[in-house]
């Protein structure tokens, strides 16, 4: 079992940055491949960011690839999303998730967090 939860969302101007944070507990953390996904009003949710287990692998929807940063600290049992350079549509509730392997589709996640609201307004 892994329990998640993140932090670090806010209110913004576009142009800004946030960083979301998302804990996990359980010694089994740096075990599992993580992921960001974020959900707006009347849409489905989508995949902003992943990484593998190690952190040596990244990868990133093309909506946010050169803006968005993936990283995790499995001494902290944490991994982070930095957004720079944030725009309007990006305003979402972000989700963290986690499952064994690597993976772009947010029915393959076993574990998620409850979600950080990311408002940017313009």
């Known amino acids: 079992q892994v329990q998640l939860v993140e932090s670090g969302g806010g209110l913004v101007q576009a142009g800004g940055s946030l960083r979301l944070s998302c804990a996990a507990s359980?010694?089994?953390?740096?075990?599992?491949?993580m992921g960001w996904f974020r959900q707006a009003p009347g849409k489905e949710r989508e995949f902003v960011a992943g990484?593998?287990?190690?952190?040596?692998?990244?990868y990133y929807a093309d909506s946010v690839k050169g803006r968005f940063t993936i990283s995790r600290d499995n001494a902290k049992n944490t991994v982070y999303l930095q957004m720079n350079s944030l725009k309007p549509e990006d305003t979402a509730v972000y989700y963290c998730?986690?499952?064994?392997?690597?993976?772009?589709?947010?029915?393959?996640?076993?574990?998620w967090g409850q979600g950080t609201q990311v408002t940017v307004s313009s």
């Open positions: 998730a986690a499952n064994l392997h690597t993976t772009t589709r947010p029915n393959d996640y076993d574990y």
């Open positions: 990484i593998s287990w190690s952190g040596t692998t990244t």
């Open positions: 359980g010694r089994t953390f740096s075990l599992y491949a």
